[in-house]
Every structure is written in structure tokens, then in C-alpha cells.
């Protein structure tokens, strides 16, 4: 069955400390994996997204990495600010299947001063 | 548009009630999508839309859900006789086409709330 196990489920870190969050999934055939950051009330916004061929990608103080043998994905961030509080969520496309997105259920991030 | 926008951004309505929910994708996006978040849970897909036609239903929670789209741009969610368990950020997201569903932009929701 394809699922997306993301974790932690929550954390909490102070401000300019990095945290890294897992997402493990059994996706197959994989197509990419694409990382969301989830503001609270508004839609996802894409963060990253990685083919079976990258294994990592960056976008600013987000760095995304992926492991396609261990079905692993992380995302790091780096030197956190308070506007980092949100839920983010990981997302695998398989191939073929058009539309067929499996979504992790989110790690809830909260940065405190 | 700039981005993909819903309306209205919050919904009360009283159990048993109708409600309608509107997308209206990013202009020349031919593919759409319906999810729902309740609270603490992950994205539930509901249906997407190539065009005007939604070739899979089966993700609609019961018969009281349908949605439609009509001339392949702004989309509407029903849901009848709403139920407390309905409340919910109903999502929708759009994309070039369903072979970029990867590429999936999503709305701000729509809070719905039945009491």
C-alpha cells in the first residue's frame, strides 16, 4: 500500500536553531517527492521537489534531500525564523497514475523566541 | 488570476443545510482538484478534473458530495444536508495539465463548519 510516514509529528525549537524533519515512504513506482510549507488557514505552498535522479535541492534556508534506495526524504532548515511556524508536509507522486498523489500528514512546526 | 483562489474563505452553516464551494484555478490550468483537511489530519483527495470531466468519483466521501466544472475554468464542490462530521479546509489546487499534477498550486481553503 503506498503511504507517507512523516516525522515528528510536532516540534518545537527557539529561534536560529536548524531542525531537520523525515519523511519515509513506500511509494512505488516513485515519480518525485515534493515538500509543502502549510502556513495555519491558508493552502500549501511548494518548498522543493525532487526527481528519482536528485538527491538534494535547496531553496534558500530550506534543503531538501532524498535517499530513492531507502525511501527516505529530509528537510532541513537552517538558522529558523519565527515565520517557520507551520505544518510542512511531504508528498510523493507515482508514475502513471495521473493525479495520484499520496500525502504525508504533516510534522507541526513551532519556532519560539 | 495570479494564483488559484476559493470562495468563501470561512463557512457556518447549520447542520443539514446545502453549501456550495467555489475554485477558480489559475488561468489555462486544465486540471483541478478537491481535497479536504480536517483538523489534525493530513490532505484527503476527494476529485480532480481534467477539463470539465471528473473521470474518478470514487474519493467522495458519500452521495451528499458532487462537484462539477463548467468551461473548464471555475469549479464548484456541493455538499447536501451537511453533517457536523463535514466540517472541515476544503482545498483545491490546479495544474497545467494531469500530467504536471506534480506542479499542483493550491488555494487558500475554504473553512467550512457545520454546528
Known amino acids: 500500500k503506498n503511504q507517507v510516514e512523516q516525522s515528528p509529528q510536532s516540534l518545537i525549537i527557539l529561534e536560529g536553531k536548524n531542525c531537520t524533519l523525515q519523511?519515509?515512504?513506500?511509494?512505488?513506482?516513485?515519480?518525485?517527492l515534493r515538500w509543502y510549507k502549510q502556513d495555519t488557514g491558508r493552502g500549501p505552498v511548494s518548498l522543493t521537489i525532487?526527481?528519482?535522479?536528485?538527491n538534494t535541492k535547496s531553496n534558500g534556508r530550506y534543503t531538501a534531500t532524498l535517499d530513492a534506495d531507502t525511501k527516505q526524504s529530509s528537510l532541513h532548515i537552517t538558522a529558523s525564523q519565527l515565520s517557520d511556524s507551520a505544518s510542512y508536509i511531504c508528498?510523493?507522486?507515482?508514475?502513471?497514475?495521473?493525479?495520484?498523489?499520496?500525502f504525508g500528514k504533516g510534522t507541526k512546526l513551532s519556532v519560539k523566541p | 488570476g495570479a494564483g488559484v483562489s476559493q470562495s468563501p474563505s470561512n463557512k457556518v452553516t447549520e447542520k443539514g443545510k446545502d453549501v456550495e464551494l467555489r475554485c477558480d484555478p489559475i488561468?489555462?490550468?486544465?486540471?483541478l482538484y478537491w481535497y479536504r483537511q480536517s483538523l489534525g489530519q493530513g490532505l484527503e483527495f476527494l476529485i480532480y478534473?481534467?477539463?470539465?470531466?471528473?473521470?474518478?468519483k470514487s474519493g467522495l466521501p458519500s452521495d451528499r458530495f458532487s462537484a462539477e466544472r463548467t468551461g473548464g475554468s471555475v469549479s464548484t464542490l456541493t455538499i447536501q444536508r451537511t453533517q457536523q462530521e463535514d466540517s472541515a479546509v476544503y482545498l483545491c489546487?490546479?495544474?497545467?495539465?494531469?500530467?504536471?499534477?506534480?506542479?499542483?498550486?493550491f488555494g487558500p481553503g475554504t473553512r467550512l463548519t457545520v454546528l
Open positions: 489546487a490546479s495544474s497545467p495539465g494531469l500530467a504536471e499534477a506534480y506542479e499542483q498550486f
Open positions: 519523511c519515509n515512504y513506500t511509494v512505488s513506482p516513485f515519480s518525485n
Open positions: 525532487m526527481t528519482f535522479s536528485e
Open positions: 508528498v510523493v507522486s507515482d508514475e502513471g497514475s495521473q493525479g495520484n498523489l499520496i
Open positions: 488561468s489555462g490550468h486544465t486540471a
Open positions: 478534473f481534467q477539463g470539465n470531466s471528473a473521470p474518478d
